[in-house]
């Protein structure tokens, strides 16, 4: 069974520029978590989708969005990119939101801001 | 938000002792995790602890979650250079929208 994957593996742009990062879920698998994992700052939550819907956000700008598609794929939109953004974007699903208590992660997308 | 706090932040050990890693809140969650995450790789649940006092053994790792849900700890027998990541303690919101992670305790095992 194919485990959680993400795309691009690394992603280099300049301040201003927008980044799309890509997730496909476990199959079977239909809520989506979004996880920013800057240096020294452990893992802080984004987003979650499920069943194609956003069901709860963490403390960070609009200019962080998402979505996810019917197949329950998901993408992170980040507009403006700021040298801040860089860090590692994590990605991570569930079979049923968070009520069996098992999260499964990709490798995550390394953005670059310069 | 509830919060986490994990110690120590970094452990450098030789191989074959034994550490113990602790993860604090002043809140209490649903249950708590822990993930080890290795470099350029994303976390992988070890084990989840719901009920307030449990033990639960994996192999060499001992994971005991706090009476009162707030607090657990982390206790690798016999250190493995096979041990050496990142390990993140994970609390799950009662309201079950969100897991928060901790800082992380980042371990080094020596040959």
């Known amino acids: 069974e194919a485990g959680v994957t993400q795309s691009p593996t690394h992603l280099i742009k300049t301040r201003g520029q927008q980044a799309t990062l890509r997730c496909s879920p476990i199959?079977?698998?239909?809520?989506v978590y979004w996880y920013q994992q800057a240096l020294g700052l452990g893992l802080q939550f984004l987003l979650w989708?499920?069943?194609?819907?956003?069901?709860n956000r963490g403390n960070f700008p609009p200019r962080f969005s998402g979505r996810q598609f019917p197949n329950y794929s998901s993408e992170l939109n980040v507009n403006a990119l700021e040298l801040e953004d860089s860090a590692l974007y994590l990605c991570?699903?569930?079979?049923?939101?968070?009520?069996?208590?098992?999260?499964?992660f990709g490798s995550g997308t390394q953005l670059s801001v310069l | 938000t509830q919060l986490l706090e994990q110690s120590p932040q970094f452990l450098s050990i030789q191989e074959g002792e034994n550490l113990t890693v602790y993860c604090n809140s002043s809140?209490?969650?649903?249950?708590l995790q822990w993930y080890r995450q290795e470099p350029g790789e994303g976390p992988v649940l070890l084990v989840t602890?719901?009920?307030?006092?449990e033990v639960k053994k994996l192999k060499r790792l001992t994971f005991q979650f706090g009476d009162a849900r707030k607090d657990s700890s982390l206790h690798i027998t016999a250190a493995q250079t096979g041990d050496t990541g990142l390990y993140l303690c994970?609390?799950?919101?009662?309201?079950?929208?969100?897991?928060?992670f901790g800082p992380g305790t980042s371990l080094s095992v020596i040959p």
């Open positions: 989708y499920d069943e194609g819907e956003e069901r």
């Open positions: 991570a699903s569930s079979p049923d939101g968070l009520y069996n208590e098992k999260l499964f």
């Open positions: 602890v719901v009920t307030g006092g």
């Open positions: 199959s079977g698998h239909t809520s």
């Open positions: 809140s209490v969650f649903s249950s």
């Open positions: 994970a609390g799950v919101e009662t309201s079950y929208d969100k897991v928060i």
